[in-house]
């Protein structure tokens, strides 16, 4: 059975443990049934039950990290802008997502 955790945004924070020892073989299945039509899964983590896990997510384009998922689940997004520069740091919570670090800079140009 699966626990709602959290709801952020509209996306609920699932969590549940599973019996190793009710799986046959090698294979894992999972199967998630809805009774309000569509379910989109943004990510599945499975780990020992006694540990801790840390995900990121990096553009694919720049390669610039974009998000750090820490271990229970909840994200710290980073914002660039079109230098590279990082400008902004928002914290995924229960309440919904924060600003927690904002900066600007700018750069006079020669000759103005």
């Known amino acids: 059975a699966l626990t709602c955790k959290a709801v952020v945004e509209g996306w609920k924070l699932l969590e549940g443990e599973i019996n190793t020892e009710l799986i046959s073989g090698n ?13 989109h899964i943004d990510d599945i983590r499975i780990h020992p039950k006694a540990a801790h896990m840390k ?3 990096y553009d694919d384009k720049n390669f610039k990290l974009m998000a750090e998922l820490e271990e229970n689940a909840f994200a710290t997004f980073y914002e660039y802008d079109d230098e590279g520069s990082l400008v902004r740091v928002k914290k995924e919570t229960e309440r919904g997502i924060m600003t927690i670090k904002e900066s600007r800079s700018s750069y006079k140009k020669n000759g103005i």
């Open 55 to 57: 995900t990121y997510a």
């Open 27 to 39: 294979k894992l299945q999972l199967t998630m049934k809805s009774n309000s039509g569509t379910v």
